[in-house]
T-cell receptor, first 115, second 112 residues
């Protein structure tokens, strides 16, 4: 049984470059979430998908950010024209169904450093 | 204004000591989750508490949900270096969507 998988684990880029992160959720999970975590903070919600539909986006998700889940399986999060303020850990999580208590299974994260 | 306040922010103790960390809000929770996050890793769910006054135990960890469902605590007995990590509380919002609001966490360091 594999958990949530994220790639790459670490990414260093120069300001202005585009980056893309990939998330493979637990196979039977139909919900997929992206969170961002900066130093000293808890994770902050960015967006989530149910199957291939993107159902909610946070105001943190500026127009430089785009997330897709084309076939309802893996998801990508792209950041265009990166800024130093984008440096953070990007966490992906998945869940199997609508749950009243909303437990999530997180991946190990993709750490982005923008120079 | 942070919806969830966690305290203390940092805690450094010796192996074998007991400790309690807190999660508080001015709002009533429908349920609350506790996660532990190790450096460079994603959070891992420890427990979900749902009922006011509920107490759940996970080995040396005891989780309590306040009677009024506005606060929760995590007590660790005889802490070990393996307990080191960031302890986060989180509550779901948006009905049954499963989106979570996290506190800033308590960073625990247990020294051998």
């Amino acid at each position: 049984d594999t958990g949530v998988s994220q790639d790459p684990r670490h990414k260093i880029t120069k300001r202005g470059q585009n980056v893309t992160f990939r998330c493979d959720p637990i196979s039977e999970h139909n919900r997929l979430y992206w969170y961002r975590q900066t130093l000293g903070q808890g994770p902050e919600f960015l967006t989530y998908f149910q199957n291939e539909a993107q159902l909610e986006k946070s105001r943190l998700l500026s127009d430089r950010f785009s997330a897709e889940r084309p076939k309802g399986s893996f998801s990508t999060l792209e950041i265009q024209r990166t800024e130093q303020g984008d440096s953070a850990m990007y966490l992906c999580a998945s869940s199997i169904r609508i749950s009243a208590t909303g437990e999530l299974f997180f991946g190990e994260g993709s750490r982005l450093t923008v120079l | 204004t942070q919806l969830l306040e966690q305290s203390p922010q940092f805690l450094s103790i010796q192996e074998g000591e007991n400790l309690t960390v807190y999660c508080n809000s001015s709002s009533v929770f429908s349920s609350l989750q506790w996660y532990r996050q190790e450096p460079g890793e994603g959070p891992v769910l420890l427990v979900t508490v749902v009922t006011g006054g509920e107490v759940k135990k996970l080995k040396r960890l005891t989780f309590q949900f306040g009677d009024a469902r506005k606060d929760s605590s995590l007590h660790i007995t005889a802490a070990q270096p393996g307990d080191t990590g960031l302890y986060l509380c989180a509550l779901p919002y948006g009905g049954s969507q499963g989106n979570l609001i996290f506190g800033k966490g308590t960073k625990l360091s247990v020294k051998p």
